[in-house]
C-alpha cells in the first residue's frame, strides 16, 4: 500500500510537493551545480540567493546527499539556492561569502551526526573524514549544528535559521550525550534556531519556503508537521496531556502481546489470573451454595441502557492535543523519567496518530517550552520519484577536482564513492529496533519509488557517470527488502500504536510480499551494459524467509561476496531488548 498509492488516508492530507506556485526566480532555470560563490552566482545572473544551506559535508550533486536533495528540491521550486559547504567555523566571515540571503539560512551538520564523524567510540579524534575531500579529517566542528547556527546568526541577526539532518533530528528533546556523558538540552534551545526541521524534510521546508516568500513572519509558523521550535506557554484552544497517562514511567515490562487475553498471558508466563481465579473461586462457592439450598440463585448482573453512555470518558481531538514530557530538568536528574519521555516520542511516530509533544526547559523568568508538531506525512510514489528526478549532476563540485579534472585521485571524497553507482529505491523501516534510530528520523511508514523511476536511475548511472564499469553497487535503502511492504489495511496502519510491525512476530496485517522486488531486480540486471546487479543494503532475513522466490533470486544474482544480514546476537536475552528476531 505503501508505494502504489496515495497517503490521503492519514488524518491530515497532505498538499503535494509540485502543487505550489512558483516563486518568480524560476525565470534563471537550472544550474548545473548550485553554485558556492560569488562568481558561480555572478555567472548564473544572480544578485543574491533566497536560500542558502550551510552544511559539513563536501557538495556533492548526488540523491544521497542531504543538502543536494533540499537545495535542488528548492530549485525546482523557483528558488535561488546557494551552498556553503565545510566553511571555516572560526569567524563569521565564510558565512557571509555568498551574501545575505532573502529569505533563510538552510543549516545540518551533514550526513552524519558531526560527534560521530570527529570521535571513535572511545572519544578519540579520528584523523579521516569520508565526507572530506581526501578523506581527511577536521573539517567541521564539534557539534556542528550548534555552531553553524550561531555563525549564521552572528552573520545576520535578522535572518531566520532553519535547522536539519540526522544531527538536529534525533536531538530534538532533552537527550543522552555520549560524548560528554550527560543529558544535553534539546539542540533548538542550544542552536537557537527559529525552526528545526526532523525527518526527511522535503515536505516542511517547501511549504516552510513559500510562506517565508510570502512575507510570513517566521515566528507565526508553528503548524507544519515534522518541525520544532520554541515557545513560551501552550497557545489556547490546546489540550495538554500529561505524558504519564500514555506511558506509565517505571521498570519496563515485556511486551505486551495484543492479541492474547490477560489470562493466556498469564498461562504464557506460567502463572495464573488473579482475576479468574477469583470469579472461580465466587462462582465455585455460588454453585455450592445453590446445591445445598435450592431456594438461594446466583445474582445476575444486567447493565442498565440508561447509564452505559453517562461514565464515558470524552478524549480530545488528538490532532488539538500536546503530550507534556518531564521536563528537562526532571530527565537529568531521574533515569527513570529520562526513559519514560523517549518511550512516549517513540510512541508518538506514527504521522497518522502521532501527537504534538512539548518540553519545558529552565525554570521561572527562563522557562519556555520545547514543541514538537506530529512527523511529516510521507512522500507518494510520485513525489518520490519527483524527488529522485532532480536534475542532479551525480557528482562532487568541480571545486573538488584534481589538476585533471578527476575526483578519483588525492581529491576523492569517499562517501561518494560508495554511492557512485547505486540506487537508493525507498526510505523508511518498520522495524523499530531499539538502538537504531532509523524510525525516529525517517518514519516507519515505507516510502517506495516506482519501477519506471528506479529503471531510469539505473539506465542514466550507465549512460552518464563516468568510470561505470557495468556494476550497480546497490539497489536499496535503509532496509533491502521492504520495497513496497506494508499494512494490508490504510485504517489499521494509521490507528496502529505498535512500535514495530515484525517483533515479536511479523504482524499478521503486514504485506509480505516480495514480487515488486523481483519484478524490478530482474528488468534492472536484464538492461543492455548492466552486468552485475549487487544488494549492498541491510537484509531483513525473516521477511526474506517468507518469500523463498526472492532468496533464489537474492542468492543466485545478486550478492557479491557476502550477504548483509545483520545479526546482532545469539542468545535470546539480548535479542529481546534490542527487538531482533
Known amino acids: 500500500m505503501n508505494a502504489p498509492v496515495d497517503v490521503s488516508f492519514f488524518t491530515r492530507a497532505a498538499k503535494p510537493l509540485t502543487s505550489y506556485r512558483k516563486y518568480w526566480a524560476a525565470r534563471f532555470g537550472t544550474a548545473k551545480f548550485l553554485p558556492t560563490s560569488r562568481a558561480e552566482m555572478d555567472a548564473l545572473g544572480w544578485d543574491s540567493c533566497d536560500i542558502i544551506v550551510v552544511t559539513g559535508d563536501a557538495y556533492v550533486d548526488h540523491p544521497s546527499f542531504g543538502m543536494a536533495v533540499i537545495g535542488r528540491m528548492l530549485e525546482a521550486q523557483g528558488f535561488r539556492v546557494g551552498i556553503i559547504a565545510q566553511p571555516d567555523w572560526q569567524s563569521a566571515a565564510p558565512f557571509k561569502a555568498l551574501g545575505k540571503p532573502n529569505l533563510f539560512f538552510g543549516v545540518t551538520a551533514g550526513n552524519m551526526d558531526s560527534m560521530i564523524n570527529r570521535y571513535t567510540a572511545d572519544r578519540k579524534i579520528r584523523s579521516d573524514d569520508a565526507y572530506t575531500p581526501g578523506d581527511v579529517g577536521g573539517r567541521r566542528p564539534d557539534r556542528a549544528a550548534i555552531v553553524y547556527s550561531q555563525r549564521c546568526k552572528e552573520a545576520w541577526n535578522d535572518v531566520p535559521i532553519v535547522l536539519g539532518g540526522i544531527e538536529g533530528s534525533l536531538r530534538r528533546i532533552a537527550h543522552y550525550d555520549y560524548w560528554q556523558d550527560k543529558v544535553r538540552r534539546s539542540i533548538v534551545v542550544d542552536a537557537k534556531c527559529d525552526l528545526l526541521l526532523y525527518g526527511n524534510a522535503e515536505r516542511a521546508i517547501v511549504e516552510i519556503a513559500h510562506r517565508l516568500a510570502a512575507r510570513e513572519p517566521v515566528h507565526q509558523i508553528t503548524d507544519v508537521r515534522g518541525t520544532a521550535f520554541v515557545r513560551r506557554e501552550t497557545p489556547e484552544g490546546w489540550f495538554e496531556i500529561d505524558s504519564t497517562s500514555v506511558d506509565e514511567p517505571g521498570r519496563v515490562e515485556a511486551h505486551v502481546n495484543p492479541y492474547l487475553m490477560v489470562s493466556d498471558q498469564a498461562k504464557a508466563n506460567g502463572a495464573t489470573c488473579a482475576k479468574e481465579d477469583e470469579a472461580q473461586a465466587v462462582a465455585s462457592a455460588a454453585e455450592t451454595a445453590a446445591a445445598v439450598n435450592p431456594a438461594i440463585k446466583p445474582l445476575t448482573f444486567v447493565p442498565n441502557p440508561a447509564l452505559q453512555a453517562r461514565g464515558r470518558i470524552k478524549v480530545p481531538p488528538r490532532d488539538r492535543s500536546v503530550i507534556r514530557l518531564p521536563s528537562y530538568e526532571q530527565v537529568r536528574a531521574d533515569p527513570v523519567l529520562y526513559a519514560h519521555a523517549n518511550r512516549v516520542l517513540h510512541l508518538e511516530t506514527n504521522p497518522g496518530n502521532a501527537r504534538a509533544l512539548v518540553q519545558a526547559h529552565g525554570e521561572g523568568a527562563t522557562a519556555r517550552d520545547v514543541w514538537i508538531n506530529p512527523p511529516p506525512i510521507p512522500l507518494t510514489t510520485a513525489e518520490m ?49 531499539t538502538f537504531c534510530s532509523i524510525t525516529e528520523h525517517e518514519g516507519r511508514i515505507i516510502q517506495s519509488r516506482s519501477e519506471e523511476s528506479i529503471i531510469k536511475e539505473v539506465e542514466a548511472i550507465r549512460d552518464s557517470v563516468k568510470g561505470f564499469t557495468g556494476t550497480i553497487s546497490d539497489l536499496g535503502g535503509p532496509t533491502a527488502n521492504m520495497y513496497r511492504i506494508g499494512c494490508k489495511s490504510p485504517e489499521i496502519e494509521s490507528a496502529c500504536r505498535k512500535p514495530s510491525c515484525v517483533y515479536p512476530g511479523i504482524c499478521p496485517n503486514l504485506n509480505t510480499s516480495h514480487d515488486p522486488l523481483i519484478k524490478i531486480y530482474r528488468r534492472a540486471r536484464a538492461l543492455k551494459g548492466i552486468k552485475k546487479i549487487l544488494i549492498g543494503s541491510g537484509l531483513r532475513y525473516d521477511l526474506a524467509v517468507k518469500s523463498p522466490e526472492y532468496v533464489k533470486e537474492l542468492v543466485q544474482h545478486h550478492v557479491g561476496g557476502y550477504l548483509k544480514i545483520a545479526p546482532e546476537h545469539t542468545e535470546q536475552g539480548p535479542l529481546t531488548k534490542m527487538m531482533k528476531p
Do not use: Q
Not at 542532479?392 to 560508495?418: F, L
Not at 554511492?419 to 523501516?429: A, D, E, L
Open 385 to 433: 520519484d519527483h524527488v529522485f528526478d532532480l536534475p542532479y549532476a551525480r557528482s562532487p563540485h568541480p571545486r573538488y577536482a584534481d589538476e585533471d579534472g578527476s575526483h578519483d585521485g588525492a581529491t576523492k571524497i569517499p562517501a561518494w564513492e560508495m554511492i557512485r553507482f547505486s540506487v537508493n529505491i525507498m526510505r523508511g523501516c518498520f522495524g523499530g529496533c
